[in-house]
């Protein structure tokens, strides 16, 4: 006897219902952040995280219920015995279809509203600064408050730490996962290193901004330094900066970005992460000469290392602290000095504020309560009319300095300038003097140049904030150092007085 064979549409199960709803909420969310990626301005690979990883996410998902829905059914038939041929159909006299539908329309309506809100916000979100410095790395604290103090505060995280391309993108999305595990089993590593090697070519990210030929001619830069007596002496110091590059007058490679420009090329091997320590340096002229310079006192490279990088010289290797600069406590300090948040008529304000920055404290709480009584502690043992006359500016003082720490120092992540490096400075980090140390030499015995008025003039100098009472030459001057050392500064590089130990 032959057996009916019962028509039953796939529609009629709940999961079915889900499983479409959530497929067409994800093709909502992708049709609309699509068009928001190809109608909005710049490259972010986080926001094409949202649009093609989390919307397709959600589609498959949807479509993988559906298909469990059809397994769930063909196998309850076949228990039953019975020979289902399931269809697509819509069928208005099923009850059970109809019950389905509705859920199905109601669900769907509500789920494209929601995913696409949610979708959108989240796709808002990882456009932002705060997704990258605060909602997913807690651990970038201190990155985080640094960038939002620095020059490039309105510049997004992935415009330089990932950049435009798909490469770059496949790195920090598996970096990413790094991380991830990193800050869920609390084993990343404190300071956060550095990711000198993962950041891709400067020509690739802050050469589309800033064009090193048109970096021409001087700028003159003013510092205002204050000494370590009762007094806290002023002495500025104006100079006349060779910032250089392609001078559209003269046509010449000049200046400081002469190292970026034109046929020349600077190539240097460093024997440390940090690039701090460079004993081989490698001159490659407009006309196809190479020089090679060595310094004798470091370990000397082994070319045979497959490992080893002969790395070319860009603008990272100078600039390399653009938007996260850890300010050494004397420099803050002389700012402070310079705009009266700090008042120079406290007696050895300078000295008492760089003991209570440059203490080692255990946490921020810790380092508050040791900051905010240790100047009154101070000047009421050792100054104690100071104490009483200048306790205003005592306070101001001390909210200064815990401002200054709250900026610079992060104690939990044993990070602040001593770990920063600041290849742009001659204080607390070697910073040019890293080739430019007066020992790298070539075959012949020349030296890499160690005068000053290859990168400045020094046009005014001296014991005063007011510029009419410098001495001042726009030819230069030859430096006077603000401390009678007669000469010595000629034979040592600063860093051997200004260390990272001292602050400044």
Request: negative net charge.
């Amino acid at each position: 006897m032959h057996r009916s064979v019962i028509r039953r549409t796939l529609f009629r199960h709940p999961l079915a219902a889900v499983g479409g709803a959530l497929f067409l909420a994800g093709g909502a969310l992708f049709v609309v952040l699509l068009m928001i990626e190809f109608t909005g301005g710049g490259e972010n690979p986080y926001r094409s995280l949202v649009t093609f990883v989390i919307a397709p996410f959600i589609i498959t998902v949807g479509f993988g219920l559906f298909l469990i829905s059809i397994w769930l059914q063909i196998r309850a038939a076949r228990k039953r015995g019975e020979e289902v041929r399931f269809n697509l159909s819509i069928d208005p006299s099923d009850s059970g279809y109809m019950k389905n539908l509705r859920r199905f329309l109601g669900l769907t309506a509500a789920l494209v509203v929601i995913v696409i809100y949610s979708g959108t916000k989240a796709y808002e979100a990882t456009d932002s600064v705060t997704f990258c410095g605060e909602t997913c790395h807690v651990v970038m604290e201190p990155q985080s408050v640094t960038y939002h103090n620095s020059p490039h505060a309105r510049v997004p995280c992935v415009e330089c730490h990932i950049g435009p391309g798909a490469s770059f993108w496949v790195k920090a999305k598996f970096d990413g996962v790094r991380q991830l595990f990193a800050t869920s089993l609390n084993s990343f590593s404190r300071p956060i290193e550095t990711p000198v090697h993962n950041l891709r070519p400067a020509q690739e990210t802050c050469e589309s901004c800033h064009w090193p030929r048109q970096f021409y001619g001087e700028k003159m830069v003013a510092h205002t330094y204050y000494r370590t007596d009762e007094e806290n002496s002023p002495w500025t110091i104006n100079l006349l900066v060779k910032i250089g590059g392609g001078n559209p007058r003269t046509g010449k490679l000049e200046g400081i970005h002469w190292h970026m420009l034109g046929e020349n090329r600077v190539e240097y091997v460093a024997t440390d992460e940090k690039r701090q320590y460079i004993p081989w340096v490698r001159q490659i002229t407009a006309s196809g000469d190479t020089i090679i310079y060595t310094n004798s006192d470091l370990e000397q490279p082994d070319f045979e290392d497959p490992e080893l990088e002969i790395r070319k010289f860009d603008c990272m290797d100078c600039h390399n602290r653009p938007s996260h600069l850890f300010t050494p406590p004397a420099t803050a300090i002389n700012l402070a000095l310079s705009a009266r948040r700090i008042s120079p008529d406290l007696p050895y304000i300078r000295q008492a504020g760089l003991d209570l920055l440059n203490a080692e404290y255990a946490d921020r709480e810790i380092a508050h309560e040791a900051i905010g009584s240790g100047l009154h502690i101070y000047y009421g043992e050792d100054y104690p009319e100071t104490a009483v006359s200048h306790k205003a500016q005592i306070d101001e003082a001390t909210q200064t300095l815990t401002a200054i720490y709250d900026e610079n120092f992060f104690p939990e992540m044993n990070t602040d300038y001593r770990v920063r490096e600041n290849n742009l400075s001659h204080f607390v980090n070697d910073g040019c003097f890293r080739c430019h140390d007066g020992v790298m030499s070539d075959a012949e015995g020349n030296t890499i140049s160690t005068d000053c008025s290859t990168c400045h003039l020094i046009v005014a100098q001296g014991p005063s904030e007011n510029l009419d009472d410098l001495e001042s030459s726009l030819s230069g001057l030859d430096f006077q150092h603000p401390e009678d050392i007669d000469e010595a500064w000629k034979e040592m590089k600063c860093t051997e007085c200004h260390d990272s130990e001292s602050g400044y």
